[in-house]
């Protein structure tokens, strides 16, 4: 069978290129060994070319910044079948503003919305920690503020079954899997974060209840396929970002991991795949696709 991944970072946004390109070598490595002819584009114009390949396959992934994954993912679902979250779902966690208006309506901790003071200004669809800061001023045009919590950075990495779109063939009402609980390294920079990769697996005293927490926003934000769920762990557990799609994660995962990733990602959007994961020794991963097993 034909796979098409499609990443869009590797020839068209040279600061997360790197990332892009380890994330693609992870997950094209993984297809491979499980027997599939994998497809990429090749940096001409991303949009007609996954849509010319998209037609020769028999499945598809994008992996694309936020802003831009809804209407790529859109087009994969129009041509062949879509490994990954639906694309009104990614539509709506690109969305930081409204997915924490989501989450906290659900009783879901998230950082609360602040216009005065010093607070966390992100972008409403950034991607990453671009342009996040640390700052006393207004919002500008295009941003919102939350409040700053002090704790530990972490993430969840979870794959989802299938829960819309050909739901008659494919839904079975199987929970998340949780693959790993990584840490997040972020640093604070005259006022700017840094996102400088991470470790995993990690451990931490609430561990269950920082995965039960990303489940259960993934959840109510209908997520499916592979999702990364970013939190800070202080008083509570707060939700600051949910990426429907491949994260920097992924790729230390794929050393630490016994099972094939794309055997998961696959077996998931048919409502199918183990209840869990084995994971031995430990990687640490930065954003220019180095990874070091300890």
Do not use: W
Not at 209 to 222: H, Q
Not at 258 to 279: F, M, T, W, Y
């Amino acid at each position: 069978m034909k796979v098409l991944l499609a990443e869009y970072a590797v020839f068209h946004d040279p600061h997360l290129a790197p990332e892009g390109e380890a994330m693609l070598r992870v997950l094209s490595g993984s297809f491979e060994r499980c027997g599939y002819d994998v497809v990429t584009p090749e940096g001409q114009n991303f949009e007609d070319e996954i849509r010319h390949l998209a037609a020769a396959c028999d499945m598809g992934l994008v992996i694309a910044p936020d802003h831009l994954l809804a209407r790529y993912t859109r087009i994969i679902e129009e041509t062949t079948y879509n490994l990954g979250c639906g694309s009104m779902n990614v539509a709506l966690c690109a969305n930081k503003q409204r997915t924490a208006a989501v989450l906290a309506a659900h009783g879901i901790p998230v950082p609360a919305e602040q216009t005065d003071g010093m607070k966390v200004i992100k972008e409403i669809r950034g991607c990453g920690t671009q342009n996040i800061r640390l700052s006393d001023s207004r919002p500008g045009p295009g941003e919102f503020g939350q409040a700053y919590i002090e704790g530990v950075h972490l993430s969840v990495s979870l794959i989802g079954s299938r829960v819309v779109g050909e739901s008659c063939l494919y839904f079975t009402g199987k929970e998340m899997l949780p693959l790993a609980l990584n840490r997040q390294h972020i640093s604070i920079e005259d006022g700017m974060f840094h996102y400088r990769g991470g470790e995993t697996p990690a451990d931490h005293p609430q561990k269950d209840e920082i995965i039960r927490t990303a489940v259960s926003a993934a959840t109510v934000l209908g997520c499916q396929g592979y999702v990364g769920v970013d939190v800070i762990v202080g008083d509570r557990v707060y939700i600051v970002d949910v990426n429907p799609r491949i994260t920097t994660s992924i790729a230390g995962i794929d050393v630490v991991m016994q099972e094939e990733i794309a055997d998961l990602i696959v077996s998931a959007s048919h409502g199918k795949g183990p209840d869990s994961v084995h994971l031995t020794g430990h990687a640490t991963y930065d954003t220019h696709g180095k990874v070091t097993r300890a």
